[in-house]
């Protein structure tokens, strides 16, 4: 069985940096894609960014593209998500997803295992 747990939200004022943690547990973490996603009150869960399973490729949702850095640590079975100058529209909570391919895919459907989530919440 995969886990994902996510850690490392907060609350938080505008131009704040954060690190979020994503875990994972049960499968041959390297080989896959990692993606990250949000979720707004009221609004659909949205792509953040991701990073395929050798690392050196990512790709970023162009509102956070420039401020977001993913990478991961294959050792430790970690990705992680840099946020820096962030924006009250930040806010959400944040998930990290597993898919089993190596390649980072924008929609939610394509990702079979899912975090809980952590809320960041950034105050103007």
């Known amino acids: 069985q995969v886990q994902l747990v996510e850690s490392g939200g907060g609350l938080l004022q505008a131009g704040d940096s954060l690190r979020l943690s994503c875990e994972a547990s049960?499968?041959?973490?390297?080989?896959?894609?990692v993606g990250w996603f949000r979720q707004a009150p009221g609004k659909e869960r949205e792509f953040v960014g991701g990073?395929?399973?050798?690392?050196?490729?990512?790709y970023y949702a162009d509102s956070v593209k420039g401020r977001f850095t993913i990478s991961r640590d294959n050792a430790k079975n970690t990705v992680y998500l840099q946020m820096n100058s962030l924006k009250p529209e930040d806010t959400a909570v944040y998930y990290c997803?597993?898919?089993?391919?190596?390649?980072?895919?924008?929609?939610?459907?394509?990702?079979?295992?899912w975090g809980q989530g952590t809320q960041v919440t950034v105050s103007s």
């Open positions: 997803a597993s898919n089993p391919s190596i390649l980072v895919y924008t929609n939610v459907e394509k990702y079979d295992k």
């Open positions: 990073i395929r399973g050798s690392g050196r490729i990512t």
């Open positions: 049960g499968r041959t973490f390297s080989r896959y894609a």
